[in-house]
């Protein structure tokens, strides 16, 4: 471990992306104050962010929710930085769109807001997702930071829940905005999907698309035509390199695989012999969406190095399925 960096917050600290960025800074020797949501009946177990290394000594677990703001600012108070992980999540579109959007973006503003009380915090990384800059009308053949989702056209262009690409690009936008209005420096990180290993207890969607493959799934196969994907501890590494890298400024994408559903049928039953994987030929019927590539030059310019290889995220993703009884 290395020394005392001072302390930062992440919100959303239950969350997958989250849970295993506490997890590096706490290594990294950070102190970490984290949110979670309210639990009035004390039912959700949060025993495995208690127990991560280093948490009994450098690790505070607040209760924040987005849909109340001023609730952060306690997390926030005397720390150096602050990682915004928290969303909404409504795939099935519970709610309408505007209200999850609405809550996304004042729950954010909140948060810069006592970020910019607090006098101490120096950035803030926010994590957004590659729907708010894939989902566009384009001929381009790679997108990069520039490219915004088009929230016209994001109902037409996604089965999943619209409201979460919807919230995601213009909390993004609001979030910039915003450090730029107040001279608050606020980076943000575009994952594609995430995959790989998990220390939360659930099952973490974007690893469960992933291996649908694996899983015979077969609704989640159009997800798959052509997906782009990143290691978990890859995004995370890059959130603390995007934190401590003194030029950071604006968006960096962060994808670092590529692969069609054919490709990935290949490479599966190749190494997974143990799964009944569907054949190439088998999927040539399934329909659905391609989305543009994502470049990731940005971050790679700025001197982040991916450590991890689709083997990887695999091996890891099914590993931790198998541990926790989801193969």
Not at 142 to 163: H, Q
Not at 225 to 243: K, N, P, Q, T, W
Not at 287 to 296: D, I
Request: glycine fraction near 8%; proline fraction near 6%.
């Amino acid at each position: 471990m290395e020394g005392d960096k001072g302390t930062v917050c992440v919100t959303g600290g239950t969350g997958f992306i989250a849970s295993w960025l506490i997890m590096r800074l706490l290594e990294h020797g950070y102190s970490v104050w984290t949110t979670v949501r309210p639990d009035p009946d004390g039912k959700r177990d949060i025993s495995f962010l208690k127990n991560l290394p280093g948490a009994s000594e450098r690790l505070r677990i607040f209760t924040a929710e987005l849909g109340n703001p001023e609730s952060f600012s306690p997390a926030i108070e005397g720390c150096v930085g602050v990682f915004h992980v928290a969303t909404p999540v409504d795939f099935e579109d519970r709610e309408p769109e505007p209200v999850v959007t609405k809550r996304s973006i004042d729950g954010a503003l909140g948060i810069l807001r006592a970020c910019l009380n607090s006098k101490t915090v120096k950035r803030v990384v926010y994590t957004s997702s590659a729907s708010a800059a894939q989902l566009r009308n384009t001929t381009a053949d790679i997108l990069d930071e520039d490219c915004w989702s088009d929230v016209e056209s994001i109902p037409k262009m996604t089965r999943f829940g619209p409201s979460y690409a919807i919230s995601k690009t213009l909390t993004e936008k609001a979030v910039l905005e915003f450090g730029e209005q107040h001279g608050l420096e606020v980076v943000t990180v575009v994952p594609t999907f995430v995959h790989g290993p998990f220390i939360v207890p659930r099952f973490p969607g974007s690893v469960r698309n992933l291996l649908a493959l694996v899983l015979g799934n077969e609704k989640e196969y159009s997800v798959l035509l052509e997906i782009s994907f990143v290691h978990v501890d890859d995004l995370a590494r890059a959130h603390i390199f995007l934190f401590e890298h003194p030029d950071a400024k604006g968006r960096y994408i962060c994808s670092s695989v590529t692969m069609t559903i054919e490709e990935m049928s290949k490479f599966l039953s190749e190494r997974y012999s143990e799964f009944q994987i569907p054949s190439p030929e088998s999927l040539k019927e399934v329909k659905g969406p391609r989305f543009t590539r994502l470049s990731s030059r940005k971050l790679l310019d700025a001197g982040f190095e991916y450590k991890y290889g689709v083997e990887d995220m695999f091996d890891g993703a099914i590993q931790c399925c198998k541990e926790k009884g989801y193969l």
